[in-house]
């Protein structure tokens, strides 16, 4: 009998000009990415070509703040698309490939993206994704008639009323709702339609959807908790799971948890498909790869490389600090990401990382996996984790765009298929069936 190999998921998770701070300079990046749709159409496309099964646009409400200095010579997190609207464009130049954008349920009204969502998987043939996030910068609150953001765990009890709302909302149409029958004239059957008449601590929304069920149902639900209030929700709710541990039990540690969270929930663990965040510089030798590396290193301006050290850290003050010294004790930021905090500051002392290293490093690749080599050495790297519990998959992300997608494409998907990880061809058409989840039933079925 022939065994249906465990395949890995694999998610391009695109920032416009690269993951790297420094991408935007690089000869084989586009610097205009931001809002340049031939660009995006582009890698896109590469994406599609490489058979990955979803694309992952990011996303916050509010222009990154830093001192004017660092802030001048950033890429990232300033003036670019709005990834629902970009997708939206993109299902138009694609065919196959998930399209996952990001919303935040802190700054939105739940019919909204209940709303938005369906008309993407409907868009793009049953594509959709939805990156559940909370937001957690605090200037984020001052473009929505706010002083202040909401904390952490009051995020987090909004999102969970916010998401089963929005999952209520695409259930608003059975499957068979839509009779558009010319000869009785009936167009469709009101017994079919339902109002959700939901009033919670936050929300009261009536429905029903003026859009009709999503044709997978209910578009994805990608989620990247963290923290233990963050893991709970991905338990529950997440499908794909974005996580960023630099280490392979900190990472088989978090698998094992959040699978075993969503089992004792009652759903089928199988239904999750972890993705660690993995940066990768490859060439056809490690040399090369690391002589690419140093070129983008060498472009880092100080100033900018501690001032995402301090992002990282939660805000915190270096400075007053020797840069060559060890990283000091810090007080934690209670409302800001927890485990970002943790992530960093584990980092240095593991590796005994002075100041400025810890900055460099975490310029280069925030905290995600950042691996340098051959393809093979990446394939045996990505198989470690795929094999021991650590990953269902990978979120690639490329240090620069288009040299570093074209590069994984034509390097690393080859390696990928020929020891039987990863498919040669897309065998479904929506991301559900690309990642082996049963299209979701409806609560009136
Ligand atoms: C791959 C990845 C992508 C993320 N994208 C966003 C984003 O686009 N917008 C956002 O506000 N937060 C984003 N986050 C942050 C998470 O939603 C989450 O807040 C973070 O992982 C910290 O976990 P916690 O909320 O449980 O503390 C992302 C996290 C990861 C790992």
């Not at 989620?223 to 794909?240: I, M």
């Not at 993995?278 to 490389?305: F, G, N, R, W």
């Not at 470690?384 to 690639?396: K, L, R």
């Amino acid at each position: 009998m022939i065994q249906n190999k465990r395949m890995m998921s694999l998610g391009a998770f695109f920032q416009p000009t690269g993951h790297h701070v420094t991408s935007w300079r690089h000869p084989q990046a586009q610097a205009d990415a931001g809002t340049n749709f031939a660009h995006y159409a582009e890698i896109c496309r590469t994406a599609e070509r490489g058979r990955f099964d979803l694309i992952f646009l990011a996303d916050n409400y509010a222009m990154r703040e830093a001192s004017p200095e660092a802030l001048s010579r950033a890429a990232q997190f300033v003036c670019n698309f709005e990834p629902l609207t970009l997708l939206s464009a993109i299902a138009a130049v694609t065919e196959r490939i998930g399209l996952v954008a990001t919303a935040s349920t802190s700054y939105n009204e739940p019919f909204h993206i209940a709303r938005k969502y369906a008309s993407l998987d409907h868009l793009s043939g049953g594509r959709a994704g939805w990156n559940i996030v909370t937001s957690a910068l605090e200037y984020e609150a001052y473009n929505f008639s706010r002083d202040r953001h909401y904390d952490h765990e009051d995020r987090y009890e909004r999102a969970r009323e916010f998401t089963r709302v929005v999952q209520g909302l695409w259930d608003s149409w059975d499957d068979d709702a839509l009779v558009r029958d010319r000869e009785s004239g009936l167009f469709f059957d009101t017994d079919k339609v339902h109002k959700l008449d939901h009033r919670g601590k936050y929300y009261s929304v009536r429905g029903p959807l003026n859009i009709s069920r999503p044709p997978q149902g209910h578009p994805v639900l990608v989620q990247a908790g963290a923290s233990a209030t963050g893991r709970g929700f991905a338990a529950e709710f997440g499908e794909v799971i974005f996580s960023t541990h630099l280490t392979l039990p900190e990472a088989q540690e978090f698998y094992t948890d959040v699978k075993g969270r969503a089992r004792a929930l009652g759903r089928n663990p199988e239904h999750i498909k972890v993705l660690p965040g993995l940066m990768v510089m490859v060439a056809p030798t490690e040399a090369e790869a690391k002589e690419k590396l140093d070129y983008l290193q060498s472009l880092i301006h100080p100033k900018v490389a501690l001032e995402i050290l301090s992002f990282t850290l939660g805000g915190a003050d270096l400075s007053g600090y020797d840069l060559d010294g060890p990283l000091p004790e810090l007080p934690m930021d209670p409302g800001g990401s927890q485990s970002s905090f943790a992530t960093t500051v584990n980092l240095a002392r593991e590796h005994k990382l002075t100041i400025r290293q810890l900055a460099y490093r975490m310029a280069a690749s925030r905290q995600r996996v950042l691996i340098t080599g051959s393809p093979a050495q990446i394939v045996d790297h990505m198989e470690h984790w795929f094999t021991n519990d650590a990953a269902d998959g990978f979120n690639i992300l490329p240090p620069y765009l288009p040299g570093c997608l074209d590069d994984f494409v034509e390097l690393v998907i080859p390696e990928l298929q020929r020891r039987g990880l990863f498919r040669t061809e897309y065998t479904g058409r929506t991301l559900r069936e690309h990642l082996g989840l049963p299209r979701t039933k409806s609560r009136y079925a």
